[in-house]
Nanobody, 120 residues
Framework: QVQLVESGGGLVQAGGSLRVSCAAS????????MGWFRQAPGKEREFVAA??????TYVDSVKGRFTISRDNAKNTVSLQMNSLKPEDTAVYYC???????????????WGQGTQVTVSS
């Protein structure tokens, strides 16, 4: 059974940092794109960042502030979020896709989500 389990969300003041991580189990994901989406209240789920081997991609609003990384040996992917803004507040979902680039419709596996709240 494939599982993606997120950890590391929380509450932080604007300008602060958080790191969210995702542990995958049930299969090897080294050939899969791994990434993060987020969903704020009343809004659609949006792509944040993805990584496959040495390739990374980010939504424009987080470029220069967020960094995605992965450890294929441990089947984990992390998102380091710096200079956080209130508009980054959302539930962050770990995602795995057999395709690149990663888009919502190609995601094969989802985590349960972790809340990130940035106060002003």
């Amino acid at each position: 059974q494939v599982q993606l389990v997120e950890s590391g969300g929380g509450l932080v003041q604007a300008g602060g940092s958080l790191r969210v991580s995702c542990a995958a189990s049930g299969r090897t994901f080294s050939a899969y794109s791994m990434g993060w989406f987020r969903q704020a209240p009343g809004k659609e789920r949006e792509f944040v960042a993805a990584i496959l081997w040495s390739r990374t991609t980010y939504v424009d609003s987080v470029k220069g502030r967020f960094t995605i990384s992965r450890d294929n040996a441990k089947n984990t992917v992390s998102l380091q979020m710096n200079s956080l803004k209130p508009e980054d507040t959302a539930v962050y979902y770990c995602a795995a896709s057999p395709s690149w680039p990663m888009v919502l419709t190609t995601v094969a596996h989802w985590g349960q989500g972790t809340q990130v709240t940035v106060s002003s």
